[in-house]
């Protein structure tokens, strides 16, 4: 081999095997794709399908609808999903505490302007550096039912307070007709308490046990506990009241006017649960750059506006408001009025050995309610 040949093999050579000892950098670089795991119902194929277009990266979306299944997933192992939608109380609060979560780099999200100052207020009190969490998701919950069965088995009863749906004596006449609650502890138990006079913040082992039985009252006319088939059940005619979040009984009211159904949902006048559903990355998550660029898209203005348009769920992104539509925008169900506003709560949470054993307490009462003994 000549000299120079043999310089050009080394060089060649050098070059070679510098690119293979960069190239594991290269592929040690994020896959292009982004695994998220949602509440049912909330992102339409449209939304998903122009982040793909937009960025390159395909999105893996999975569907749950109760917090208990996220939960499950997150506590046992690592997930896999890079992007998540927990519910902020007691939820987030207790998973952040475990260490579940990893700090969201701010430095990514170009796009996170302006929170609604009353739900990023609320937020604070559960992750006070909004270093974990960002709220998206929020509304309230309250009841949805069937206007004209309401009105032939409740002649003059108030359709505007939780005695249509707590009081023993109404419950009993609808019964026939179907009645269904909410499928976790922290959907009833406070809202329950509040109604016999007690603090819905209350971790009283008393309070527990007034609320107890008192579900134990309204167990037998109870037909289903359910979260994600009220809707159905309320269109179909299988239930006709049921305790339910606002978003859904928004859906239900449209969906029920297609086939003549009168559906109707109210924030009861005593007030209500307001529930925030966040954004967070878990620890582990494989792809967490990409998870920070679908947050990052999620927080424009014209796509919390575009989501908002499609599931009548307001989102946290002040700057969206004014593109969501007027119909939507106007419905005080969806966007309550300030009065309103002011009568709702943020579950308190918690925050000391007492009151999470309290909720220990609350749940083994709650599965007693549910199995009706």
């Not at 949902?265 to 649960?273: A, D, L, N």
Request: proline fraction near 6%; aromatic fraction near 10%; hydrophobic fraction near 40%.
């Amino acid at each position: 081999m000549r000299p120079i040949s043999r310089f050009l093999f080394i060089l060649i050579s050098i070059l070679i095997v510098g690119w293979l000892f960069l190239k594991p950098v290269k592929n040690n670089q994020e896959e292009a794709c982004v695994n998220v795991y949602d509440w049912y119902g909330m992102l339409t194929r449209e939304v998903i399908q122009q982040f793909e277009s937009e960025t390159g990266i395909r999105v893996r979306y999975d569907l749950y609808d109760n917090n208990e299944i996220l939960e499950a997933k997150l506590l046992a192992s690592n997930s896999g999903y890079d992007v998540v939608f927990p519910s902020a109380s007691p939820y987030v609060a207790r998973q952040i505490a475990v260490g579940i979560y990893q700090p969201i780099n701010r430095s990514l999200l170009t796009n996170l302007g302006k929170l609604d100052p009353f739900i990023e207020k609320q937020m604070r009190l559960v992750d006070f550096e909004l270093k974990y969490a960002l709220p998206y998701y929020w509304g309230t919950l309250g009841i949805a039912f069937d206007v004209d069965k309401i009105n032939a088995l409740l002649p003059g009863v108030p359709q505007d307070s939780y005695d249509l749906l707590f009081n023993p004596e109404n419950l009993k006449k609808l019964a026939p007709y179907g009645v269904s609650f909410l499928e976790e502890a922290i959907d009833v138990f406070p809202l329950v308490q509040s109604y016999l006079g007690k603090s819905r913040d209350s971790i009283d082992e008393n309070d527990l046990e007034a609320a107890y039985q008192h579900l134990l009252k309204l167990r037998p006319y109870i037909r289903r506990f359910t979260s994600g088939r009220f809707i159905n059940d309320l269109v179909m005619g299988d239930t006709c009241i049921a305790q339910g979040w606002s978003g859904e009984a928004q859906q239900a009211e449209e969906e029920a006017s297609e086939v003549g159904r009168n559906i109707k949902y109210i924030i009861p006048k005593e007030g209500s649960t307001l529930w925030i559903d966040c954004l967070a990355i878990p620890v582990g998550a494989p792809h967490p750059r990409n998870a920070h660029l679908f947050i990052n898209f999620l927080l424009r203005p014209d796509i919390s506006a575009k989501i908002t348009n499609h599931n009548n769920i307001p989102t946290a992104i002040q700057e969206g408001y004014k593109l969501v539509d007027a119909r939507i925008r106007s419905n005080p169900n969806i966007f309550p009025t300030k009065e309103v506003m002011a009568k709702l709560h943020l579950d308190k949470p918690q925050a000391d050995e007492k009151s999470m054993n309290y909720d220990r307490l609350r749940t083994r009462a709650w599965a007693k309610v549910r199995l009706n003994r």
